[in-house]
């Protein structure tokens, strides 16, 4: 019998290893993938020009082809920023109010429903960004039209916002009873020992919860493909069109013929994109894992 | 033990069900979204007159269907271009031998917000518009007001089209790509500067929006793309062949559904959802798609004497 259960141990130990290892496969295939299928692009598209400048346009014919995406860049950017400057703000006081001030009640009910926001399909945020987003933002400005950098920006904080909310909130959570007994037998009062005492202990998690909003909202695609009117000319201000990286991936790999320049250079793209996700993720990792040493 | 055999046998008879109930008569058809209304509503119909065939219509685009042609994910590929010959050269490679159908006309018909003055232009303003040289509404006779461009992405086939046959010419940056048509018609109804494109079928429907009459030159006369007789006659500028691309010969449920579409009845659905029926010449080249010789071509009956050979009722 015990030996049976030894195997038994010796089994599911080996499966836990095997899924674990499944997933640094899965990452290191994907990353090797965009490599190699983006490696051909460079023999014909220099890699400065690639990067940096705007004039994105691989199906021309009456000039020749070019592979700039330098305004994609620049719009991914613009959006992602947008969007954590609205997000931010909002996150931190919705995390600070449901930790700190509301009932356990509201909060029973309160943070369910906005677990569900994050699970709205991004097709329907999109589509509320032509039909409502859009139309506001057109009349506040008194522009024509609102398919532009700072829709794109509102929608993805709306997306973004469920992730930082929720992990600022854990955050704040997390900050040990005392700092807050110490802080309010000292004569602070309640604001202050949010605001000075737990938000501060609380600083590193939220900033990580902010990448990850930030991960996210890089990564985005149907929303602003839908919402930010993807013209390629580079944006001045963020009430222009953009068309960020992740829309002229999903707009042009269904019919790119299969290895030409313009397929390798979408897997540049996509490249690129990958690059910078993982720059954001490893930077929230980084700093998450600091903020855990510090309070133990 | 037995729940798992039991759980393992549904799944291998759904799998073997569905290559042998399902492949036979399914039909998919991809591409572009111009025709996908259209399309889609003959597909309806001819399911209900023939149950037993299963017909799939999504969009993507023109560029999407027909890649899905080349990469045999569907059996029709809807275009409003036609193929290029680098695809022409791609499918071969692969076995597949692209053949075409016209089975509708459409005017693609250049649109404004409602509230716009301006009611016609000439196809040299148009390109000129699009390829950012003309920016403002006052150049072509309007208000004082720059011109937001809306158009189609890139795997579109009236993109491609718009800008082979009319701009002649590459497209502004400052171009905003709508996911279809329908995008475009939304969005110039609530943009007063804007100015767009889509097939008639879809500005028939469309409120909040006007037509503009089109004309070659400056000082000759402008046409209606909502006037089917000036369309048949080929006066309205604009106009331009639906294709369907198909692998070889159509065969089967494929070559019965083709011949459905070109059929009088078939004919009679496009032009109500606002498309218009094929001339006598595309009859002709249709014929030929569909391996069909010289008897019958001059019968006026010749589309339903067809259906009666094909098997259709």
Redesign the interface.
Known sequence: MAKHNNFKEKFIHGLFFLNGLLVIIVLVGIFVLLVTKSLPAFKEIRFSEFLFKANW?P?????TPSYGIG?MLVSTLMVSIGALAIAIPLGIGAAAYLSDVASQRVREIAKPIIEILAGIPSVVIGFLG?VLV??VI?KIFHI??G?NALNGSILLAVMALPTIISLSEDALNSVPKSFQEASLALGATHWQTLVRVKIPAALSGIIAASMLGMGRAIGETMTV??AT??????PTSFLQ?V?TMTATIA??L?????NTTHYYALFGIGLVLFIITFIVNMISDIVLHKYQRVLK | MNRFIGFLTIIVALVLCGDVCLAEDMVQIKGSDTLINMVQKLSEIYMAKKPGTAIAVTGGGSGTGIAGLINKRCDIANASRQIKSSEVEDANKRGVDPKRVVVAIDALSIIVSAQNPVDKLTVDQIGKIYRGEIKNWSEVGGNDLPITLYGRQSNSGTYDFMKENVMLGEYSPNLKSMNGNAQIAEALNQDVSGIGYVGVGYAKEASGIKVLKVATKPGATYYDPMNSIDVKNGKYPITRPLNQYVNGTPKGPVRSFIIFELSEEGQAIVEKEGFFAIPGEYQAYNDQTLGITGTVRDDPMRPKDLGVNDGIG
């Open positions: 346009n199906t021309a014919t009456f000039v305004s032509i859009g139309p057109a024509p039209n398919l493909l839908m009117g993807c013209a390629i000319a580079m069109s068309q707009i042009e269904g019919e790119v013929p299969y």
